[in-house]
């Protein structure tokens, strides 16, 4: 009982957060989870050094993990790794908690430049269609290390040929 109800918990959205730096925040199931059931499932991955933000405040490192339903889209899972992380996994939870898809969040407004922004950056790109990182140009299967991903921020760079 608390306030006056009988309480609920869906064991599904229990987040949790390790406070180490960088943090590391979670909800949902695990690939490794996923894949020992069997279940298809879409990724969706953002790399924090191209979130402006992130780039303004000189910490453009860490990424967020979106795992979908590959029939549904329905959100399985969220992963983050980036100071701060403990503070952005609550869209998640929420969207979890409603059982969102990948592309309600997506479809969803968002400031900028925000952190926030990043998750729906992920979620887009479950689908392959991010805003700030242009995956879409890349060979099919691309899944680039997201630590290494500073020379793509803003998307692909077009450098004049030496003479």
Not at 111 to 137: F, G
């Amino acid at each position: 009982m608390l306030a006056g109800r009988d309480g609920h918990v869906d064991y599904g959205v229990i987040l949790a957060v390790v406070y180490t730096w960088p943090e590391l925040a979670s909800v949902g199931r695990t690939e490794k989870e996923l894949k020992a059931s069997k279940v298809e499932y879409r990724i969706g991955e953002f790399p924090l050094s191209a979130n402006a933000m992130a780039k303004s405040r000189l910490e453009p490192d860490g990424f967020l993990k979106v795992l979908a339903d590959g029939r549904t889209d329905d959100i399985l899972g969220v992963h983050i790794l980036r100071p701060d992380a403990g503070s952005l996994i609550h869209e998640a939870v929420v969207a979890m908690a409603f059982r969102a898809s990948a592309e309600d969040i997506g479809g969803t407004s968002h400031a900028h430049p925000t952190l926030p922004e990043a998750l729906r950056e992920a979620c887009l790109a479950v689908d392959k269609r991010t805003i700030s990182l242009s995956t879409h140009l890349e060979p099919e299967g691309f899944r680039p290390d997201p630590w290494s991903l500073r020379p793509y921020v803003g998307g692909p760079q077009i450098m004049p040929k030496a003479r």
